[in-house]
């Protein structure tokens, strides 16, 4: 098993900034892909940003700019550090990771945290 376990969320005043981090523990072999998803109410999931193995990354239109996703490989960690947020940016954020689990499996499986609650307002 795999456990992804996010922090740093709270509440930030417009144009504020936070710091995410995710923690992947568990039976892990490799991680090709850690990422930040949110989720509004009412609204889809959507993607925020991911960062690959080799530090390539990937970000949403709307966020580029004022965020920033990294890793830490070692620590099997990702972290998303959020600038000039703005109160549409309010939303459940969740880490997701995708998992190679054994040396002898090339199979890859898709893991996700339980979300972490971002509220910018004034």
């Known amino acids: 098993q795999v456990q992804l376990v996010e922090s740093g969320g709270g509440l930030v005043q417009p144009g504020g900034s936070l710091r995410l981090s995710c923690a992947a523990s568990?039976?892990?072999?490799?991680?090709?892909?850690m990422g930040w998803y949110r989720q509004a109410p009412g609204k889809q999931r959507e993607l925020v940003a991911t960062?690959?193995?080799?530090?390539?990354?990937n970000y949403a239109d709307s966020v580029k700019g004022r965020f920033t996703i990294s890793r830490d490989n070692a620590k099997n960690t990702v972290y998303l550090q959020m600038n000039s947020l703005k109160p549409e940016e309010t939303a459940v954020y969740y880490c997701n990771a995708v998992v190679r689990v054994r040396e002898r499996d090339s199979a890859y499986f898709n893991y996700w945290g339980q979300g972490t609650q971002v509220t910018v307002s004034s």
């Open positions: 960062a690959t193995t080799g530090s390539s990354t």
């Open positions: 568990g039976s892990i072999f490799s991680i090709s892909v």
